[in-house]
């Protein structure tokens, strides 16, 4: 794999990255990406340690329904890339077999949250405000409704209930995705920065760093609990405690015989 180096001016640097474009973005989109980090930007830590609040427990041990927020868009990650609004929308319409598993375990039957008919991806339009953080703009969440049941992952349906689960991450392939330098002699790329540059959460990072990928189109695979990601304003915003199927089923019937 190529391996972005350190160069002592910034000018070498984008000399780098526009010579090796197409060889930087044909590995990411021959790669898996489990956006997962350690490597979070000074500007996102502190924001979200400064905002992020948990959406709290239930009580009891029955089905929960989750909505948590897989992805965010206009943030620039630990992988250098800013998701723009759209990029998940063919791929939530052709890929019915979306799984919410824990920890990017796709491929273990215990890590499996829910799927099928419990579980509904979509995605919708928030300011970050509404997802309980203390900055201006707006996003496009990867939102799963998920149906959390114990009898399917006991340990996870515990660490929703009681609030633990604070940060989510989405496994996927890109599929188009563009670089972007902040040098107005760069043409195109430098189009690309001024085209989503003022967008981005944590501008700041962007600048900084001096380029990102934006990335217009993705395949999502998966979306997984995960202690921390690469994109941390990724809340679970809602918990509810469902009855389950049997338990609705038992007091209908309790309830047309007159059994209290």
Request: aromatic letters at 8%; hydrophobic letters at 35%; zero cysteines.
């Amino acid at each position: 794999m190529l391996i972005i180096p350190k160069f002592a001016e910034r000018a070498e640097l984008f000399k780098f990255l526009i010579e090796n474009e197409k060889t930087l973005i044909s590995q990411k989109k021959a790669g898996f990406k489990l956006a997962d980090g350690m490597n979070l930007a000074p500007t996102i830590l502190k924001s979200v340690a400064k905002t992020l609040k948990s959406p709290g427990g239930t009580s009891g041990s029955e089905d929960l329904k989750v909505k948590a927020i897989i992805n965010t868009t206009n943030v620039m990650d630990s992988h250098d890339d800013v998701h723009i609004n759209g990029l998940w929308n063919k791929s939530i319409k052709d890929n019915p077999g979306i799984m919410h598993v824990q920890e990017h375990k796709s491929s273990d039957f215990d890590k499996i949250i829910s799927d099928g008919d419990d579980l509904k991806a979509s995605v919708k339009n928030y300011t970050w405000k509404e997802l309980g953080y203390d900055m201006e703009g707006e996003t496009q969440a990867l939102v799963f409704d998920s149906t959390v049941k114990e009898t399917r992952n006991a340990y996870m349906h515990n660490q929703y209930k009681n609030g633990y689960v604070k940060n989510h991450s989405v496994g996927m392939r890109y599929v188009k995705l563009a670089l972007a330098i902040n040098d107005d002699s760069e043409g195109i790329y430098h189009d690309n920065w001024k085209q989503y540059i003022d967008i981005i959460a944590n501008k700041q990072d962007a600048i900084d760093q001096g380029y990102f990928y934006a990335v217009t189109e993705a395949k999502v695979i998966e979306g997984s609990a995960v202690p921390r990601g690469s994109n941390p304003f990724t809340p679970t915003q809602t918990i509810k405690d469902e009855k389950t199927i049997p338990e609705m089923k038992a007091e209908a019937i309790k309830s047309w015989l007159g059994i209290k």
